[in-house]
């Protein structure tokens, strides 16, 4: 029977967790921008039935493999996580960029739910596809899904592993591409030819799909799509989003990839805009 999903929880949630990884970069410091574009596809997956993965245990064999190549999107990583019950949300506040800082700068595998250390770009798509080969190699049937970042793909190891990917059929191996087109310091266009995009993978043998990165339907439907293809080929979800998206003077703008809310006036902003109560409320 198809699961029932209620995207309008699905949505509440998503600003809950916005509002939670607002809240942990003013405390601490991270990467709103990078984390703000992949709330929903990383909601999708953990709460919209689509991971097969156990909160209560992390290490079960059967697992859906999920690696978060961009390491920078490690904030709403962490929020995810703690929400999904990987590990008490009070750890957070003690060990978000403080105290032990056990949750770190970057995914560490050392922490519940977080299969490889990553933040090197262009390496968490050849860890899948060696993942991805063992799984096909002992008959196992659990997916491993990757999220990268669009200017991660300038990477030349990340087009390596493309060719790889394909070349062993990968058919338990789904990419999503959070397409923002913006990297650290520019829009990736204006350094590197990126586009045509989609035909590219596509040339490298890999059945692509395009989607609305902040809309839950169609993010389903791709994802649901990839899930259930024959056709023996890695998939890959371009899903596109705007960097920021959720706070306004934040968004599509490069210069807030490493930017922090410094004054009070943009963090009363940003908050009223995601529906925290402010001073001005």
């Not at 999904?84 to 949750?103: V, W």
């Amino acid at each position: 029977m198809p699961i029932k999903r209620d995207i309008n929880r699905l949505k509440l949630l998503a600003n809950k967790l916005r509002n939670r990884v607002l809240d942990m970069c003013l405390s601490a410091g991270g990467h709103i921008a990078s984390s703000f574009s992949c709330v929903e596809t990383l909601v999708a997956l953990y709460f919209g039935g689509i991971l097969n993965v156990d909160p209560d245990n992390p290490d079960w064999e059967g697992r859906d493999r999920f690696i978060l190549s961009k390491g920078h999107g490690e904030t709403i990583f962490y929020a995810v996580l703690a929400e999904a019950g990987f590990f008490p949300e009070e750890k957070i506040q003690a060990s978000y960029r403080c105290g032990d800082c056990f949750l770190g700068g970057h995914p560490d595998i050392r922490i519940p739910g977080v299969e490889v250390t990553t933040g090197a770009l262009g390496h968490g798509l050849g860890i899948a596809c060696g993942l991805s080969l063992a799984a096909k190699m002992d008959a196992k049937k659990h997916f491993q899904y990757v999220l990268m970042g669009d200017a991660e793909c300038t990477e030349g190891s990340v087009w390596e592993a493309a060719m790889f990917a394909s070349k062993q059929s990968l058919d338990n191996l789904i990419v999503i591409v959070d397409r923002n087109g913006i990297g650290s310091i520019d829009f990736t266009e204006n350094y590197a030819s990126l586009e045509p995009f989609a035909t590219k993978w596509e040339a490298f043998g890999w059945d692509v799909q395009i989607c609305n990165g902040h809309d839950f339907q169609e993010l389903f439907d791709a994802l649901l799509s990839a899930k259930s293809s024959l056709n023996q080929k890695p998939q890959l979800i371009i899903a596109e989003t705007i960097k920021g998206k959720g706070i306004g003077f934040i968004e599509n703008n490069p210069v807030w990839h490493a930017r922090s809310l410094t004054s009070d006036d943009e963090i009363q902003r940003a908050k009223k805009e995601l529906g925290q109560h402010t001073d001005e409320s």
